[in-house]
């Protein structure tokens, strides 16, 4: 008999099935109520005893293996679909590809580089971890000028020469260094700032650096290059210009564009005024010309920088600027059709 159960685990060993129903069947033969397991148990009584030992042994083994083998073939089979084509439901809708939808900010950024292009202005970027010197001494901060303070800046580790550029003008200082006039560029890029983060500001944003110089370029070009965007842009024609000041640009001054008070949000954005500041501009500082290699005496040229969080919170009515870098699906979803 004990022999006759060595064949059977040899036979269980080996055996191999093609679906559920023959394992359901191995199953049944070997382990089931009226199976050969039973059997064997139930004539382990009849046993001499100096055999019930190994006879006990080769049972539990049989056991073992039978049950072993249902296992493994029933895991292999869910794992392995056996459904032939037959039994293919061709007709079953096919899982939805979704469709990602392009971010606001590059949404803006695309159409802010499009105009610009079409009057002759290439793109350039610039790293955003930056050095003292193309965010600063270039651009004519002296190293006691406030803008500098530790509140503004983010320093990398302990070097305060290496630092998270706080705006895009950076990016003027190295085309400059690299470029000789004719120059007409925009650089788009992020920025840095240690400011608490709230619905209207946020430690980091985007900008775009607009740069134009040549022989003969005068503060009427400057005008005339922000009213044709803005008007691209916004629609909106009127823009004023309010005398400002900035280290880098003499003369500065601040670009308003005129929204309107049309509807109640019109007063709410302009705050009752109309106006919307988007930027600021100048003429570059001669000085800043002469640092980046440039000769001051033939070139002359103008600077400005847009935010363009600001510019993308206006045109799509966003109103919380953190919505921007939260990455919250429903959020970007919306803008599928802006592409
Ligand atoms: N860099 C300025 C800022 O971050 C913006 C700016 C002002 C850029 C005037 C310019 C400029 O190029 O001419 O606030």
Not at 228 to 242: D, H, N, V
């Amino acid at each position: 008999m004990i022999d006759k159960i060595k064949e059977l685990i040899a036979e269980a060993e080996s055996f191999k099935a093609q679906s559920k129903e023959e394992v359901e069947a191995f199953r049944i033969k070997y382990l089931g109520k009226k199976g050969l397991l039973n059997d064997y148990f139930a004539e382990f009584k009849n046993v001499a005893n100096e055999q019930k030992k190994e006879f006990g042994q080769v049972i539990n083994q049989l056991k073992n293996t039978a049950q072993n083998k249902v296992n493994t073939l029933k895991e292999e089979l869910e794992n392995t679909s056996t459904d032939s084509l037959g039994n293919l439901d061709l007709s079953r809708p096919g899982e939805p590809i979704t469709l990602g939808a392009r971010h606001p900010i590059s949404i803006v950024k695309n159409d802010i580089i499009d105009i610009f292009s079409r009057i002759g202005f290439n793109v350039s970027e610039g790293p955003e971890i930056e050095d003292d010197w193309h965010n600063f001494t270039a651009l004519n901060l002296p190293e006691y000028h406030p803008a500098r303070d530790m509140q503004d800046t983010f320093f990398i580790q302990t070097n305060p020469d290496i630092l998270l550029r706080t705006h895009t003008s950076s990016v003027q200082v190295r085309y400059m260094e690299n470029n000789q006039p004719p120059i007409r560029t925009i650089s788009p890029g992020r920025v840095y700032r240690n400011e608490a983060i709230s619905a209207r500001s946020h430690c980091f944003f985007h900008q775009l650096e607009g740069l134009y110089i040549d022989k003969d370029v005068s503060f009427a070009d400057l005008k005339q290059t922000l009213q044709y965007f803005t008007t691209e842009l916004f629609g909106k024609a009127k823009i004023r210009l309010r005398p400002s000041y900035f280290p880098f640009t003499e003369p500065s001054a601040e670009v308003d564009v005129y929204w309107g008070l049309e509807t109640e949000t019109d007063y709410k954005i302009t705050k009752g005024t109309g106006w919307l500041e988007i930027g600021g501009c100048g003429m570059v500082d001669p000085n800043v010309l002469t640092n980046c290699g440039i000769d001051a005496n033939e070139y002359s040229g103008f600077a400005f920088g847009v935010g363009i969080d600001r510019i993308a919170m206006l045109l799509h009515q966003i109103s919380d600027i953190r919505l921007l870098s939260e990455n919250d699906i429903r959020f970007l979803d919306q803008f599928k059709s802006a592409l």
